[in-house]
């Protein structure tokens, strides 16, 4: 679209001159006309005359209200007139509104009276924009008055937004209906919304010294889309902005730091119970094959590797090094590090921001960014990087390779993931500890793991992103190749306490978080458990071909739970076509129920489930299975589990696959059974019938966000 | 309150000898004077001039509107005028309204129009009540316009509702806080709206011929609430009411149907693979000190026990007779059961109400109330009550006693049931099948668990409930003293449907069910997994003392997600006192956190761990503890999990009971950890967050419902 930019870089840099932060009622309309965002006609009248004569040229109602630099709540200060029927009431009005203003404040400098023509019908809705400390600039749609005030119905997305984007947002409102027109009324003009939307969020991100905008209330009618009042605030000292290197750069370093050729321990030791030792250990027991070189003040030598005193004496390159130092040593360290041109410094060691000492913490960002090292913490465990046996952490030791990819901002969910991952048999290729982030963080990891052949999903804890927006250009670019799941701890207000004196995290708005992450495709995780179960069954799936997913039960009631999972999960049950079910039928006894669910009924033998599961996975029709087992002896876990996988095998020597999950439901032996079809290759969970649904929606939940459905 | 129940009597009366259901406004009203529910000053006009006396004396503006028994949707046809200033108008409206009924309707029997002092300000809010098909009378309330119609925001609760079921519906819509006051608007008067709530609940609840009931709108101010306009429908052919035993009927037949001293296995069969073997062997192996008796029309002696050819030829009396036997021999036996007076029958069979044969259903249930035999089922896997070391039942034995009483629905659920408690080493008192329910159902377990000193924790499986009502009073009474779990399927429309095809069930609206489970203190699970987890969970802790929690933990970032979590569950954080603070501070690293969470960050030997818990179970401002661990080489996980129920059993030897939950994040170890937790009393789970939280706060929702904080 063609925007009148000068115009508006005109009016800021006035404003700016005037020390002014607002912006006046003409002024707004000027920024609204220099990017054609439809106003009411409207003009400033210096005399009740002129009022009049204003108001007979528009012809309907119109409302005033005055123009001052001094009075910015108009209505407060009664400096609004609403329905204002005549011209002869235009006059009246004008020396109402002059002695109101007066009474408010008798000596702001009064402009006039702006005289617009007024606006009704339709729906009112708000359209805005903000600043986000993370984000930057976001617009904001919501529909007027208690929805937006007491439902906090409201919706955000990045500006600048897609027309697409816009359009999603009039559906991503709880009242989303109301504009589709109620109690008879004419739906609004969408596209003329969202065009609206856009234009706003345009302008906004091309004057990023604008850091309020209100439009409020815009009418939105059948016919386009009307803002009645603007509201314009200024900030003309924007914030610093977070170094960010280029895609190429955070490539370059990340590759050396999670697959180095040569790391150095800084603080290694020979003693048992110190981090130094814990990290050693850990790199020479996992396996790892490069060069390992501690680095200590006094020792020739530990654990049977040669010492030195700095990394300065290391004859060769160095990829990374990990710090196990007092905090207070960091900086020479890591002055050191970057003397020897070492692109990564992994920082242990916690005494920094999240104990309050951020003087600390920028002391080493500033060394970092003076030589190019990229550090990864502090007050971290370090990181795993299972297909170079690399285990740079004071933790234990893990090492099942794999494809997913999980990082977390603390070290107790870190263990967590060792631990579930350990427990699951889930393969990893790394887990990456970040701490305060001081530098490297959730898009830096995002960027390498893009590119990782090794890596097939992503899965990150995080308590804030130091940089959203970066965060979320990275992962709209990476989730359409691969999935990226999301756990932000500090939800809540409670959460966002806690989160700011653990990390110092600033937990920020959630609505803008859950709003934006899905805007860049990220598959939002409610909880640990979520993340976790979604690292793990997402990447085994494979990706659907469609929105068709049929249920296929021997267990009626776990049919009905599925049904509901469903629907929570937003999947979408196919209307079941006549000759399919008909088909269905032929396999189950006359007392089941074919449509969707088809149930076989419990007393059925494997052939039953063979006969339904391998119909279900060969009609095009279907997309996607959830199976419902019902433990009995005629076709006890075992066997089912057996006879699935050997369907499914066949299936895929003739070229298909489609995304199948399983809840299992009965004693004991089904855990093994489930363990049995999660190995290979169907998401199965005992006793549940709501995670395997929920890991089979996050898939999908990928699928659309990528735009493969 | 006293009502002028006779002139309502007398009116409703009138309007069956009419052969009408709507009653006309005028006689809304005389209804809403008997019960006290104001309604605006009023007359019936039957001339133009009469209406403009009418308004004359009235004062303010009126509302005009038709009054006719052939025009229901007086809006439409245009006989509604609002806003009529003066009587001059009045007169005018009169003539407009009368002119536009004729237009709609020719031959309309026009008794007047109604002159009405119009009323405005203050909120607009609906008050109504319907008939549900389960719960039968239900009060609703919700504000008017979009959040009703779009945003469902209303809430029900069983009529009769006293004045404290009112209160708590103000406050159980989303916009409660618009009730509140918002934009500088005065908050309503609580008490008179919630009177108002009462009055419509008790009308309807005095005349259950009044089906459906809506006055719309109700102005609420900050004087008082009334209603502008009153729909009122009957329908004079209620439906038969379901049969209910007195609980003391209930608790003799359940006591001997649960408890038996001798049992009958009808269809009993030597042949391995038949559910009467296998209901044989399951009552043998599990380990049954009382009589059983196989029936079998030729055999003389089944598995080593004396056959019989009919329960008529056993000599002494029966308490329960388990059919495993085809549906249709099923009536026959059932009356030989009548004539034998065995006070129960446990229906395994299926091919009834769920496969369509309504009539196969209806004679059986009519057999048994001829014979006052209670049926459990059919369709169903049986029972089991451990206490007994009983296995009415052909699935696996089960015989690990406890305190909780499950039931399902589903068969595969009680499946599930099964294997989980097995696999958790969860003790059960009994496990139900209650199928399609003909008879014996959620209530009637839950009147025999009220009384059985065996079962502390009663969790049910359902599809729908065949009495709403009759449950809902029950659960309100059972609740008071034991924790009630249930989990609805069918919530969703999807559910709904597969809930029909399954057993049948008519799931409902779910927000009924919602409200009345609320309002009788029944814990909600929202999937199987809460259900099960809750069950194990919930008699494990003791009953809360107040409503302060406070984290400790080790791990920061667990800190965070258990916030998360505690408001997710409506848990309330202690805001810390400053003593306690320091007291806490005294124990943990300069760099640690007090407050809460309690930080007492990653790195701390044991002590840390025992001197934290201690002062958290000591103090008696702190009602309950969650926990959080994160594994380190200082503090392995048996060693924390010993450590902690050393403090318990110390604090407990000191008379002090709370409740404490834990999160434990670290390598598989922790899973070892979290079971012995679990088993000396503290709910614990390896890898999340967020499931001993919400384990503790079923236990908060069910002392708040008992009235124990």
Redesign the interface.
């Known amino acids: 679209m063609a925007y009148d930019k000068a115009a508006v870089r005109q009016l800021l840099d006035r404003v700016r001159a005037d020390k002014r932060t607002a912006l006046t009622a003409p002024e707004g309309k000027l920024v609204c006309d220099a990017y054609g965002i439809p106003v009411p006609q409207e003009g400033v009248a210096t005399s009740a005359a002129e009022a009049g004569k204003l108001a007979q040229q528009m012809g309907g109602p119109v409302v005033l209200k005055i123009v001052s630099p001094d009075i910015l709540h108009k209505t407060e200060a009664g400096g609004v007139l609403v329905g204002v029927k005549t011209p002869d009431d235009a006059v009246k009005g004008y020396d109402t509104i002059l002695a109101n203003a007066k009474k408010y404040k008798a000596d702001a400098k009064i402009v006039g009276v702006q005289v617009q023509q007024m606006l009704g019908g339709g729906q009112e809705v708000i359209v805005g924009a903000v600043t986000d400390g993370s984000f930057g600039k976001l617009v904001a749609f919501g ?1 007027g008055g ?2 937006v ?3 906090k119905d409201i919706t955000f997305r990045l500006a600048p937004a897609t027309q697409n984007d816009a359009l999603s947002m009039l559906d991503g409102i ?2 989303a ?2 504009l589709k027109g ?2 008879g009324g004419e739906p609004v003009n969408r596209e003329a919304l969202a065009s609206l939307i856009v234009r706003v969020s345009e302008l906004v991100n091309d004057f990023p010294e604008i850091s309020e905008l209100d439009l409020n209330p815009v009418f939105a009618t059948a016919k386009g889309a009307t803002a009645a009042d603007v509201r314009i605030v200024c900030d003309f000292e924007p914030k610093e902005q977070r170094y960010r290197p280029s895609q190429q750069e955070i490539v370059t370093a990340m590759n050396r730091i999670m697959k180095p050729k040569a790391v150095a321990v800084i603080g290694a030791s020979s003693e048992d ?1 110190k981090i130094g030792n ?1 990290v050693m250990k850990n790199l020479i027991n996992g396996g790892y094959k490069g060069q390992i070189l501690p680095i200590h003040p006094k020792a020739d030598e530990i654990l049977g590797y040669k010492a030195y005193k700095s990394v300065k004496d290391v004859p060769g390159e160095i990829d990374v090094a990990v710090f196990a130092i007092p905090a207070k040593l960091v900086a020479g360290a890591l002055v050191e590090c970057g003397e020897k041109k070492i692109p990564g410094a992994v920082l242990i060691p ?2 920094f921001a ?2 309050g000492n951020h003087e600390g913490q920028k002391e080493i960002q500033d060394i970092g960014r003076k030589y190019n090292v990229r550090l990864m913490g502090p007050n971290i465990y370090g990181f795993y990087y299972t297909h170079s046996n690399l285990c740079a952490t004071f ?2 030791a893990y090492d099942v390779k794999g494809s997913a990819a999980l990082s ?6 870190g ?2 993931i ?3 991952s ?2 699951a048999k889930m393969g990893v290729s790394a887990i990456v500890g970040l701490g305060n982030k001081s530098d490297i963080d959730e898009d830096d990891l995002l960027t390498f793991f893009e590119q990782d052949d090794n890596t097939q999903v992503i899965a990150q ?1 995080c ?1 804030d992103l130091k940089d959203g927006r970066a965060f979320a250009e990275v992962a709209k670019r990476v989730s359409k190749k691969k999935p990226v799941i999301v ?1 932000k ?7 966002a ?3 700011s ?3 110092g995290a600033l937990a920020g708005n959630d609505k803008i978080y859950e709003d934006v992450l899905a805007q860049s495709g990220v598959i939002r995780a409610r ?3 979520d993340l ?1 179960d979604f690292a793990r069954g997402v990447p085994v799936l494979p990706t659907p071909q469609g929105e068709n997913v049929v ?1 296929i ?16 999960n937003n999947l979408k ?1 196919m209307a079941m076509p006549a000759d399919l079910d008909a088909a269905f039928r032929k396999f189950i006894p ?2 089941g ?1 074919a ?1 969707n ?1 088809v ?1 076989i009924t ?1 007393g059925e033998p494997p052939t039953t489930y063979k006969n339904t599961v391998k119909l279900g996975l060969s009609d095009p029709r279907i997309h996607s299975l959830i199976l ?1 087992y ?2 009995t ?2 076709t006890p876990p075992m066997v089912f589990a057996k006879l699935i996988v050997e369907v499914k095998q066949e299936m895929e020597a003739q070229g298909i696959r489609k995304p199948m999950v399983a809840s299992l ?7 093994e059974a489930a363990e049995y079809l999660y190995q290979h290759g169907v998401p199965a969970y ?6 395997p649904v929920a890991v089979l929606g996050a898939k999908y939940k990928w699928a659309r966000g990528a735009g493969l459905l």
Chains 1, 2 share one sequence.
């Not at 701890?489 to 959460?495: K, V």
């Not at 039960?553 to 929570?568: K, W, Y």
């Open positions: 529909l208690v929805l005030e007491v439902l709880q009242a209906e109301m109620v109690r119970g814990s916690s005494g999240e104990t933790c234990t977390s901002q603390s070290g107790g969910i263990m967590a060792i631990g579930f350990r427990s804890h308590e756990l701890a500090g939800r809540t207000s409670a959460g306490k806690a989160a004196s653990h990390t909880s640990l458990r976790l249920i039960t021997g267990a009626g009631g776990s049919g009905v739970l599925l049904s509901d999972a469903c629907v929570d049950l006359p007392f129920a449509g669910p149930d419990g419902g019902w433990h002896i005629i439901a009965g004693d004991v032996q089904v855990e005992a006793y549940s019938t709501e995670i």
